[in-house]
């Protein structure tokens, strides 16, 4: 199934009479919380997507092969389409509050004491092996509590692409062309990374109940397990595996 039609079924999904009666059913405490949180996932998606446009330009002036770039280049689309969608989903919660994302920074992540070459190595490194690895651990968690049908449509499709967009981190740590004093380099910046992502994915703390976590709200206590999950089990092997020690 191609995007664009998964995201016509999303939109079928959303207007189904399951999600009405789950919305109606909600209290108002629960729609705020769950307003809120859209929102501000909306957020971390454009500021991701801003992240992908930064990659871009990291991995082309590093000359990395196009089938890498590519992936960047995609995710830079892909990161707004789950803007425009958590923006969606936040107005079908409460369609009476304003929906709109706002950046948490516009510039580049610049790690202590790393050049720029470093730093264009390293910004891709943690976006895909740690910030999108998390996230595809973390949906994958989700989805096992979402209930309702279009909520969880979303998330498939999230997650697919997530996917993909971590695999953009693991294309260039297995890349032949960084050489052995930038596998070395980037090993460094490992616990900082691993400091950073968890800071990031950790910022707000929230309490769940199952009729949130129903409809895809991602409380403290399952990122934080996913979190874990993605580093110990994927992240520090994957990059060890790279010969990134
Ligand atoms: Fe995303
Ligand atoms: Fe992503």
């Given at each position: 199934?191609?995007?664009?039609?998964?995201?016509r079924?999303?939109?079928?999904?959303?207007s189904?009479?399951?999600t009405n009666?789950?919305?109606?059913?909600?209290t108002?405490?629960?729609?705020?919380?769950l307003?809120?949180?859209?929102?501000?996932?909306?957020d971390?998606?454009?500021?991701?997507?801003?992240?992908?446009?930064?990659?871009?330009?990291?991995?082309v002036?590093?000359?990395v092969?196009?089938s890498?770039?590519?992936?960047?280049r995609n995710?830079?689309?892909e990161?707004?389409?789950?803007v425009?969608?958590?923006?969606?989903w936040a107005?079908?919660?409460?369609p009476?509050?304003?929906?709109?994302?706002?950046?948490?920074?516009?510039?580049?992540?610049?790690f202590?004491g790393?050049?720029?070459?470093?730093?264009?190595?390293?910004?891709?490194?943690?976006?895909?092996?740690?910030?999108?690895?998390?996230?595809?651990?973390v949906?994958r968690?989700s989805?096992l509590?979402?209930q309702v049908e279009?909520?969880?449509?979303?998330?498939?499709?999230h997650?697919?692409?997530?996917?993909?967009?971590?695999?953009?981190?693991?294309?260039?740590?297995?890349?032949?062309?960084?050489?052995?004093r930038?596998?070395s380099?980037?090993?460094?910046?490992?616990?900082e990374?691993?400091?950073?992502?968890r800071?990031?994915?950790?910022?707000t703390?929230?309490?769940?109940?199952?009729?949130?976590?129903?409809?895809?709200?991602?409380?403290?206590d399952l990122?934080?397990?996913?979190c874990?999950?993605a580093?110990d089990?994927?992240?520090?092997?994957?990059?060890?595996?790279?010969?990134?020690?």
């Amino acid at each position: 199934m191609t995007a664009d039609v998964a995201y016509r079924e999303i939109d079928d999904a959303f207007s189904a009479a399951e999600t009405n009666a789950a919305l109606a059913d909600l209290t108002e405490e629960r729609r705020a919380a769950l307003h809120e949180y859209w929102l501000a996932r909306a957020d971390g998606e454009l500021t991701t997507a801003l992240a992908f446009e930064f990659m871009l330009d990291d991995l082309v002036q590093e000359s990395v092969p196009s089938s890498v770039s590519e992936l960047a280049r995609n995710a830079i689309g892909e990161e707004h389409r789950h803007v425009d969608y958590c923006l969606a989903w936040a107005r079908r919660v409460d369609p009476s509050r304003p929906a709109e994302a706002h950046f948490h920074g516009t510039r580049p992540h610049g790690f202590d004491g790393a050049s720029d070459h470093d730093n264009r190595l390293l910004r891709t490194v943690f976006g895909g092996c740690f910030s999108e690895t998390i996230a595809v651990h973390v949906l994958r968690a989700s989805h096992l509590r979402i209930q309702v049908e279009s909520v969880r449509r979303l998330n498939q499709q999230h997650l697919k692409e997530e996917v993909l967009h971590a695999r953009l981190g693991w294309a260039l740590a297995g890349w032949d062309g960084l050489t052995p004093r930038d596998r070395s380099m980037i090993a460094t910046y490992v616990p900082e990374m691993a400091r950073l992502a968890r800071d990031l994915w950790l910022s707000t703390s929230r309490t769940g109940d199952a009729i949130l976590d129903g409809l895809g709200y991602l409380p403290s206590d399952l990122v934080r397990v996913a979190c874990d999950e993605a580093l110990d089990g994927a992240t520090f092997p994957g990059l060890d595996a790279c010969g990134i020690r």
